[in-house]
């Protein structure tokens, strides 16, 4: 079991940066993938960014490659998620989750455990 705590979200112009941060908790974090999605009002959750548990293998949409970085420090139970450059596009709920499955997946469906959401808001 592995419970998801993210924050760092809140409200920027556009060209700013935010970094967001999700906490788990268990002993068994850097055994799972991690990713990050996010959903805007009337879309579906979609895909960010994904991390393999050993920091080995990153994936990121189209849509935000070049602009975010995916990370995560296993020796404090934390994935982040630094984002530059932000767009009014990128306006959304941002959640992280965790797969058990070794290979990092973009698929939300595949991952087992979901934090409760960040806000963020980029305004023009």
């Known amino acids: 079991q592995v419970q998801l705590v993210e924050s760092g979200g809140g409200l920027v112009q556009a060209g700013d940066s935010l970094r967001l941060s999700c906490a788990a908790s268990?002993?068994?974090?850097?055994?799972?993938?991690m990713g990050w999605f996010r959903q805007a009002p009337g879309k579906e959750r979609e895909f960010v960014a994904t991390i393999s548990w050993n920091v080995g293998n990153t994936y990121y949409a189209d849509s935000v490659k070049g602009r975010f970085t995916i990370s995560r420090d296993n020796a404090k139970n934390t994935v982040y998620l630094q984002m530059n450059g932000l767009e009014p596009e990128d306006t959304a709920v941002y959640y992280c989750?965790?797969?058990?499955?070794?290979?990092?997946?973009?698929?939300?469906?595949?991952?087992?455990?979901w934090g409760q959401g960040t806000q963020v808001t980029v305004s023009s």
């Open positions: 989750a965790a797969d058990r499955g070794l290979i990092p997946r973009t698929n939300p469906a595949a991952y087992d455990y």
């Open positions: 268990g002993r068994t974090f850097n055994r799972y993938t």
